[in-house]
């Protein structure tokens, strides 16, 4: 963590503490619910000692101030999040949406072409957005292959026949780069198989679940100071952990519910590795959030780089803040009723 950090009151763009991480002069938060406020028309501006925040969004205001760095991180762990999508570039949609729906059985849920941008999106999972963790295809006009690099490991589907699973991708002539069986040094029963892109798989074997997409394996060089990161700056859960010294790895599972009903990260630590390639692949992970704004100052709080300030993207408005973990992993966080309303 730096040893000292400006945070800026976000919107209104005004440095309004600098801290140490010992001494903190932050005035106290006040936050009131999006839920609470949202309809209000007038702004809310309730002074709490030193500092305040309004933040109007659209018809909602939302009021805060900050006083602890304790009180900031309780706020991210009480804060309404969510692993939403994950994001990944492919160089050909029509080729992995076929190989999702007909060999993984996922339902292509909406597409959106951007011409000005040249790119499309294809959103594919096993249940609606509003409440499922989905995949987030980007093809990018003319651009048909991408460097997966060595850092992004697999993404994780739980199915309750790994062989029935695997003997359909066969079938349909996908790649399978590890037959069903106990992982090594334990009992599940697993898979890799490949899509179209080499994006791996994992298929592992469980009882019937909600959340089929249930993992999101990413490499990192220090799994103590991730755990930390994921545990303070994003609110998340450290679930279990792993280690395997037999084959020289330990893996932390990370998220926002138990993961028999919810999608976590998996951090991966390979014995001695500090580094990876990242590839021009995989992009990130899209969480949601009741505030941007906080969101981004708890990050900065915690040592993390916010890569773009909160607020809302231009032409669909909905408010985002993106960020990078120790490795350098991106994640964007996206606010929940903007978010709602897209899906609308
Ligand atoms: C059930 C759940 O815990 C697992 O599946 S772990 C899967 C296991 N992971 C690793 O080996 C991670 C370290 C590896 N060096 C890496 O960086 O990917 C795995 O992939 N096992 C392979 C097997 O054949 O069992």
């Known amino acids: 963590m730096a040893a000292s950090s400006v945070v800026s009151n976000g919107r209104l763009g005004l440095p309004f503490a600098t801290?140490?991480?010992?001494?903190?002069?932050?005035?106290s938060i006040k936050m009131t619910s999006r839920?609470?406020?949202f309809g209000l028309k007038h702004s809310i501006v309730t002074h709490k000692m030193r500092r305040i925040v309004v933040q109007a969004t659209g018809d909602a205001v939302q009021s805060s101030t900050i006083t602890s760095q304790e009180e900031a991180l309780e706020w991210a762990k009480k804060d309404n999040r969510r692993l939403l999508h994950v994001v990944y570039r492919v160089g050909d949609l029509d080729k992995t949406i076929r190989f999702y729906t007909e060999c993984l059985g996922m339902k292509l849920l909406r597409k959106r072409d951007i011409p000005e941008e040249k790119y499309t999106n294809a959103f594919l999972g096993y249940g609606p957005e509003d409440s499922n963790f989905v995949v987030e295809l980007t093809y990018?006009?003319?651009?048909?292959?991408?460097?997966?690099?060595?850092?992004f490991g697999h993404f994780g589907i739980a199915v309750e026949d790994v062989a029935k699973t695997v003997d359909l991708v066969r079938a349909k002539g996908g790649k399978v780069t590890r037959e069903?069986?106990?992982?090594?040094?334990?009992?599940?029963?697993?898979?890799f198989i490949e899509?179209?892109?080499?994006?791996?798989?994992?298929?592992l074997q469980r009882d019937s679940t909600p959340e089929p997409l249930c993992q999101v394996m990413l490499r990192v060089g220090d799994l103590d100071r991730s755990i930390e990161f994921y545990k303070k700056a994003y609110g998340m859960e450290l679930l279990r952990t792993r280690d395997n010294p037999e084959y020289k790895y330990t893996i932390a599972m990370m998220g926002y519910g138990p993961e028999d009903k919810s999608a976590v990260l998996e951090l991966t630590y390979n014995y001695g590795v500090k580094e990876y390639e990242k590839g021009n692949g995989y992009g990130q992970i899209a969480i949601g959030t009741d505030d941007v704004?906080?969101?981004?100052?708890?990050?900065?709080?915690?040592?993390?780089?916010?890569t773009r300030e909160p607020g809302p993207l231009p032409g669909i408005n909905t408010k985002i803040t993106s960020c990078l973990d120790p490795d350098g992993w991106k994640s964007v966080f996206v606010d929940n009723i903007d978010f709602a309303k897209e899906l609308e």
């Open 180 to 191: 069903p069986g106990p992982v090594k040094g334990g009992k599940t029963v697993i898979a």
């Open 195 to 203: 899509d179209p892109d080499g994006y791996k798989f994992e298929i």
């Open 293 to 306: 704004y906080k969101t981004a100052e708890v990050i900065k709080l915690c040592g993390g780089k916010v």
């Open 19 to 27: 801290f140490s991480t010992k001494a903190f002069l932050l005035p």
């Open 140 to 151: 990018n006009y003319g651009v048909d292959k991408y460097d997966i690099g060595t850092g």
């Open 35 to 37: 839920s609470q406020l």
